[in-house]
């Protein structure tokens, strides 16, 4: 399964932006897909997840209200909703396919997209 992130840019702070991962694979429907962000010189952090065919998602405490996650089945593509920015979102964000394991824990994921880099000045 290859991943494609894109959507990041550099927003002032309140801002909004949409990020996109589109999924090059037939089975999208059966994945449980997540987002996570890494920012400089910190570990990686779960952002939130979605179950493609159950349509449940579960997000971090520090985006919840302000995020939400998304699919369009049709394009193979997962949304990630950014609202009322703030500048402790600045990180490279991933999405990436869940294998097993502890959802909200990065290791649990295999497939990883190539990140897409977002700013957020104050």
């Known amino acids: 399964v290859q991943l494609q992130a894109s959507g990041g840019g550099l927003v002032q702070a309140g801002a909004s932006l949409s990020l996109s991962c589109a999924a090059s694979?037939?089975?999208?429907?059966?994945?449980?897909m997540g987002w996570f962000r890494q920012a400089p010189g910190k570990e990686r952090e779960f952002v939130g997840r979605i179950s493609i065919r159950g349509g449940y998602t579960d997000l971090a405490d520090s985006v919840k209200g302000r995020f939400s996650i998304s699919t369009d089945n049709a394009k193979n593509t997962v949304y990630l909703q950014m609202n009322s920015l703030k500048p402790e979102d600045t990180a490279v964000y991933y999405c990436a396919v869940f294998s097993s394991g502890v959802y909200y824990f990065h290791r649990s994921y295999k497939y990883w997209g190539q990140g897409t880099k977002v700013t957020v000045s104050s």
């Open positions: 694979t037939r089975t999208f429907s059966r994945y449980t």
